[in-house]
């Protein structure tokens, strides 16, 4: 079957790369290819591909699987797999924990832009890229010096890619995006971090008792709606708080 539409979504059994893959999969014209570390069954329009993007020898064996010919009028890349890591202050954290941080935040959809842009680079449709990013990037949090800093180098190399799709009118649209404060099993790693390691302890556990945090759900409504109307924002910083 032909579809019109094509979206890869890496994290895709959870959270809101669970909730973005149902969404889209009920039009019937979209293919969702969806990636993660457990086994996602394919079903009619939904493929899974188990992977995890930490083996980045396994990514790049894999990389043709992941992006497929099309012809699509739309094809969309959404880095949305993230790991907060170990949360230490620095000189306590496992040399492990600061090697697979990188390789999964950074590495990985460093890998997958550079992919994406080569194979799609004279698709003549619409071709996005959304990295799912956090305000952690531009916030200094104790005991998140891996993850703040890896979301920085993310926010950094989409607004780069985009600089050089633009110079060259390749016409790929690249965001970086940040999605608030989402209910998902990240925010249950964070609220288990030892106190003496994060200082903002309280602070998370308290988003949870008071109800602030989004839903999946929610939040994949509102990146579904920055790919439909992407021509209504400017930049390539956005933050679903703002829309």
């Known amino acids: 079957m032909d579809y019109n539409n094509c979206y890869i979504i890496t994290g895709a059994s959870k959270g809101l790369g669970k909730a973005l893959s149902d969404l889209l999969k009920v039009d019937k014209n979209n293919l969702v290819i969806g990636i993660a570390r457990s086994h996602l069954k394919s079903v009619a329009n939904f493929t899974g591909i188990s992977l995890d993007l930490g083996n980045t020898d396994q990514l790049i064996e894999k990389m043709d699987e992941m992006l497929p010919e099309g012809p699509f009028k739309k094809v969309v890349l959404i880095n949305n797999a993230g790991w907060i890591g170990e949360i230490a202050h620095t000189g306590y954290l496992a040399p492990k924990s600061i090697r697979d941080i990188y390789q999964v935040n950074v590495i990985a959809p460093a890998l997958l832009m550079n992919a994406f842009m080569k194979k799609y680079d004279h698709h003549p449709g619409e071709k996005m890229i959304i990295n799912v990013s956090s305000g952690a990037a531009g916030k200094v949090t104790d005991g998140w010096s891996g993850y703040s800093a890896s979301k920085a180098a993310l926010n950094q190399m989409t607004a780069v890619a985009q600089q050089e799709s633009d110079l060259k ?11 608030g404060i989402i209910d998902t099993p990240m925010q249950e790693t964070i ?10 302890l309280s602070k998370f556990k308290t988003f949870k008792s008071e109800g602030a945090l989004s839903t999946p759900e929610a939040i994949a409504k509102k990146v579904v709606y920055l790919i439909a109307n ?12 703002n829309f």
């Open 191 to 200: 609220r288990s971090a030892p106190e003496e390691s994060f200082s903002s």
């Open 169 to 179: 009118n390749r016409g790929f649209r690249l965001f970086a995006l940040s999605p």
């Open 230 to 241: 992407h021509s209504e924002f400017s930049g390539v910083m956005q933050d679903v708080r």
